[in-house]
């Protein structure tokens, strides 16, 4: 870069730095190019979940009375048995984040591959074989879209109790539907390229056309969509689990964690802004990352940042 001349740097937007302020720019860019922070933070959230029976050192389901309310560690009042201190009924909030952490990641890993799966084979057939099949997807998705989720999550909630089967069944039927639209776009365009043409000419089945060349296509889309939908699929078991909607008590979850300690806010604040700074984390950084693999996998949308 040293060798070239002004007006070479200036036409390829190369600006001269002093040598602190460059190396600073540099990082900056570094940080920018490739998602450090956000996979960082999702990496501890996937290790966290994995070794809750490791590092948690309490029964997240168990406590007592006389450790009500304990302070963190770091304050005065605080002891080093409970880093991130108790909640009302004397449980370790660690431990309990720890195990949240476990539930959320399950809860999403299994709604988003179930949800994402049909989601991506409707977009599909809606796509490629228009028509009525086309007709009768679309609007299934305008009619789901128009019910409020939360009200049909308590109606159900009411009519066959809480249980983490029904917390997966409405999670898939919540994960789904972004990815109908947007599949169903790209399987339109693709379908008309001239390769999907010449496959049909040479007598390939329809199953061969979808599986070959369709599918192919479109799974760059899924994934971006997939990890855009993550960050919304724990949000939305957080606000079940807040209104006594989600896993029953006392299976510990971020969102139920954030609803017991509610009530203590004035003089206890830890057992709720704990897990509530752990959602705002985990799903802000799955929105970076998804962002990042949407500019990257989409070459529309991708952003060179050298």
Not at 198 to 214: D, E, Q, W
Not at 291 to 297: A, M, P, Y
Request: glycine share 8%.
């Amino acid at each position: 870069m040293s060798q070239l001349g002004q007006i070479e740097k200036d036409l390829l937007g190369i600006k001269d730095y002093r040598p602190g302020i460059s190396h600073l720019y540099e990082g900056w860019r570094f940080f920018r190019r490739y998602p450090i922070i956000p996979v960082t933070v999702l990496a501890l959230l996937v290790f966290f979940a994995l070794a809750a029976n490791i590092l948690a050192e309490h029964d997240p389901r168990s406590g007592g009375i006389r450790d009500r309310h304990i302070p963190p560690a770091w304050t005065e009042e605080g002891t080093t048995n409970h880093l991130l201190g108790t909640d009302h009924s004397g449980r370790d909030v660690f431990s309990r984040m720890l195990y949240g952490a476990r539930i959320s990641l399950v809860v999403a890993a299994i709604a988003l591959f179930s949800g994402g799966t049909i989601g991506t084979a409707l977009g599909i057939f809606s796509g490629y074989y228009g028509g009525i099949i086309d007709e009768v997807i679309t609007r299934a998705v305008d009619i789901w879209q128009a019910l409020p989720f939360l009200m049909v999550a308590l109606v159900c909630v009411l009519l066959f109790e809480q249980s983490l089967t029904l917390l997966l069944f409405l999670m898939v039927a919540l994960a789904w539907v972004p990815f109908v639209r947007v599949i169903r776009s790209v399987t339109l365009v693709i379908k008309n390229e001239p390769y999907v043409d010449l496959a049909r000419v040479a007598g390939a089945s329809t199953v061969r056309v979808l599986l070959r060349h369709i599918l192919p296509g479109v799974i760059n889309t899924a994934v971006v969509i997939s990890t855009l939908s993550v960050g919304s699929l724990i949000m939305a078991e957080a606000a079940l689990s807040f209104l006594g909607a989600g896993v029953p008590s006392p299976t510990p979850t971020w969102g139920s964690m954030v609803a017991d300690g509610r009530s203590y806010l004035a003089t206890a604040w830890w057992p709720t802004v704990f897990p509530g700074l752990a959602i705002f984390m985990v799903v802000m950084s799955l929105n970076f990352t998804g962002d990042w693999l949407r500019d990257r996998l989409d070459p529309r949308l991708r952003q060179l940042a050298d």
